[in-house]
């Protein structure tokens, strides 16, 4: 495998559910990323690991839960989701962060799409 | 706080044709811009990017410059094909950060 893998592909699931979602990057990167693609809006950036550790929630709801167990692997939790929460979700991978002046170039795996009926 | 703003799709070309779509943005800083592209059924892979002002990045024959006084970044190409049928996004990051801002995405669709 290479690049950036998600499983499942495809998801449904009720509103009183609890699923997870996978993420693996085979690239030796160490900032990993979940995002949220919903039709007619901008990519929403939910959350991001760097080094394992979380550094942003951009105001997630808390029946998302991430978790980084090591720099390759990220998962995103889902429970009592809401139908408004279909979408499709991305996840990324990128170089950490470090001191002065560098570009993160992000990249993406396949996505898995949600619907919650 | 930062935003790209692109044009609204779909776009609908021939093959061939001039392909333009207009990238906009509004930052505190001197952010890198990017071009990612979305095929059917994928994730998004970045295009091209460009790091300071009056940068010109190109892959694939598409190309877009880095205009600080317009703050701008539309992409380009010259002539397009049918393979180039994808969701287009434009975004930002300050260099302080990671965190890509994404725009809305434009939808092209080339036909024969």
């Known amino acids: 495998e290479t690049g950036v893998t998600q499983t499942p592909r495809h998801l449904v699931m009720g509103m009183t559910n609890k699923k997870s979602l996978k993420c693996e990057q085979h690239?030796?990167?160490?900032?990993m990323y979940w995002y949220k693609q919903s039709a007619k809006k901008p990519l929403e950036l939910m959350f991001v690991?760097?080094?394992?550790?979380?550094?942003e929630n951009n105001s997630v709801p808390s029946r998302f839960s991430p978790e980084c167990p090591n720099s390759s692997h990220l998962f995103l939790h889902l429970h009592t989701l809401q139908p408004e929460d279909s979408a499709l979700y991305l996840c990324?991978?990128?170089?950490?962060?470090?001191?002065?002046?560098?570009?993160?170039?992000?990249?993406f795996g396949p996505g898995t799409r949600l619907t919650v009926t | 706080g930062d935003s790209v703003t692109q044009m609204e799709g779909p776009v609908t070309l021939s093959e061939e044709a001039f392909l333009t779509i207009n990238c906009t943005y509004t930052?505190?800083?001197?952010?890198?811009l990017f071009w990612y592209v979305q095929y059917p059924g994928e994730g998004l892979q970045l295009l091209l990017k460009?790091?300071?002002?009056?940068d010109k990045g190109s892959n694939k024959g598409f190309e877009a410059t880095y205009r600080k006084e317009t703050t701008s970044f539309h992409l380009e190409k010259g002539s397009v094909q049918v393979s180039d049928s994808a969701v287009y996004f434009c975004?930002?990051?300050?260099?302080?950060?990671?965190?890509?801002?994404f725009g809305k995405g434009t939808s092209l669709l080339v036909t024969p």
């Open positions: 975004a930002l990051s300050e260099n302080s950060g990671y965190a890509l801002n």
């Open positions: 690239l030796g990167h160490n900032a």
């Open positions: 990324a991978s990128s170089r950490a962060a470090g001191e002065g002046r560098e570009i993160l170039e992000q990249y």
């Open positions: 460009a790091t300071k002002a009056d």
């Open positions: 930052a505190t800083g001197y952010p890198s």
């Open positions: 690991y760097n080094f394992k550790e979380q550094t």
